[in-house]
């Protein structure tokens, strides 16, 4: 800003220079003008209170002064947060239709029950994961909701059992319990009344089942629980894998082997039921579990 008043300054005494000059030379009036007082040049004085001439810089400056304040952009209002929600526990999932080869199963258990009033079948197979307890369990579902007797399920699987799992019956008390003593088989079982049947499941899972799962031990729960039901199943542990699968075998009147389809080999399959005969009890037939149809299910039938 000085150097812009520096320059105005020079201008007006350059411009005031040759007028000075002009009064300053004799000459002569002239007669019949009037006298008149030259123009005098307007003194520029920056520290003067009252401006008699406005910079355009000031002027640019208060015009931008005058403009409204730019508003401030409109900041979009964050949504809420979502409080967090623990996951809620899946609900149980329900049984499927059972398929009819079920009912056949029933009718030739009938057959081998004949005139007796309890029957107690072992459903075991040959190696783990071939569907023992799956078959078990529909095959209580089946004899429950036939109204054939009163049917009770026991989870003989002590290592790895999962029937509380599919009816929900927790663990506190079951098999592992009352072959130990501690409580005894009507306070430990559950009744399912959506099904028809009652469930006793294995107790606490363990690598080691109690020592006292001996003959008597278990002959003693099944009558026990033949004393409430027509039927007891037993969801027994695979029979190649562990010896108190024969255990089992000695106190139930029939067994029925479960195979896997395009996966149990024959010599296991042969070896499982060598196991079930020396235990002593009848081998009723198998369940060829899993099987797949590559043409449809009747033309089957017809071969």
């Given at each position: 800003?000085?150097?812009?008043?520096?320059?105005?300054?020079?201008?007006?005494?350059?411009?005031?220079?040759?007028?000075?000059?002009?009064?300053?030379?004799?000459?002569?009036?002239?007669?019949?003008?009037?006298?008149t007082?030259?123009p005098?040049?307007?003194?520029f004085?920056?520290?003067?209170?009252?401006?008699?001439?406005?910079d355009?810089?000031?002027?640019l400056?208060?015009?931008?002064?005058?403009?409204?304040?730019?508003?401030?952009?409109?900041v979009e209002?964050?949504?809420?947060?979502?409080?967090?929600?623990?996951a809620?526990?899946?609900?149980?999932?329900e049984?499927r239709?059972?398929?009819?080869?079920?009912?056949?199963?029933?009718?030739?258990?009938?057959?081998?029950?004949?005139?007796?009033r309890?029957?107690?079948?072992?459903?075991?197979?040959?190696?783990?994961?071939?569907?023992?307890?799956?078959?078990?369990?529909?095959?209580?579902?089946?004899?429950?909701?036939?109204?054939?007797?009163?049917?009770?399920?026991?989870?003989?699987?002590?290592?790895?059992?999962?029937?509380?799992?599919?009816?929900?019956?927790?663990?506190?008390?079951?098999?592992?319990?009352?072959?130990?003593?501690?409580?005894?088989?009507?306070a430990?079982?559950?009744?399912?009344?959506k099904?028809?049947?009652?469930?006793?499941?294995?107790?606490?899972?363990?690598?080691?089942?109690?020592?006292?799962?001996?003959?008597?031990?278990?002959?003693?729960?099944?009558?026990?629980?033949?004393s409430?039901?027509?039927?007891?199943?037993?969801?027994?542990?695979?029979?190649?894998?562990?010896?108190?699968?024969?255990?089992?075998?000695?106190v139930?009147?029939?067994?029925?082997?479960?195979?896997?389809?395009?996966?149990?080999?024959?010599?296991?399959?042969?070896?499982?039921?060598k196991?079930?005969?020396?235990?002593?009890?009848?081998?009723?037939?198998?369940?060829?579990?899993?099987?797949?149809?590559?043409?449809?299910?009747?033309?089957?039938?017809?071969?």
């Amino acid at each position: 800003m000085s150097r812009f008043y520096e320059a105005m300054k020079r201008a007006l005494e350059q411009q005031a220079e040759p007028r000075g000059s002009q009064e300053a030379s004799p000459s002569q009036p002239v007669e019949g003008a009037k006298e008149t007082t030259p123009p005098l040049a307007v003194p520029f004085d920056p520290d003067a209170t009252t401006s008699v001439r406005h910079d355009p810089l000031d002027e640019l400056e208060d015009y931008l002064h005058a403009l409204p304040a730019p508003a401030a952009p409109a900041v979009e209002a964050s949504p809420a947060p979502v409080p967090l929600r623990l996951a809620e526990r899946p609900a149980p999932r329900e049984l499927r239709p059972l398929h009819p080869a079920y009912e056949r199963i029933i009718q030739r258990l009938l057959a081998f029950r004949g005139g007796r009033r309890h029957c107690c079948l072992l459903v075991a197979s040959a190696v783990p994961g071939e569907g023992a307890s799956t078959v078990a369990r529909n095959l209580a579902v089946a004899l429950g909701g036939s109204q054939r007797g009163r049917v009770i399920l026991v989870d003989a699987n002590l290592r790895s059992p999962s029937q509380h799992e599919a009816f929900q019956t927790g663990t506190a008390d079951g098999l592992a319990n009352v072959l130990s003593g501690a409580v005894t088989p009507a306070a430990a079982l559950r009744e399912v009344p959506k099904y028809g049947i009652a469930v006793l499941p294995s107790g606490r899972p363990s690598d080691s089942p109690p020592h006292l799962q001996t003959v008597p031990a278990l002959q003693g729960v099944i009558t026990s629980l033949q004393s409430q039901f027509d039927w007891v199943i037993l969801d027994g542990p695979p029979v190649t894998t562990y010896p108190d699968a024969s255990t089992f075998a000695a106190v139930a009147d029939g067994a029925i082997l479960v195979l896997r389809a395009e996966r149990t080999r024959w010599e296991v399959a042969e070896r499982a039921m060598k196991v079930l005969n020396e235990a002593g009890v009848t081998l009723l037939g198998g369940v060829l579990n899993g099987r797949r149809y590559h043409i449809p299910e009747f033309i089957y039938r017809r071969l």
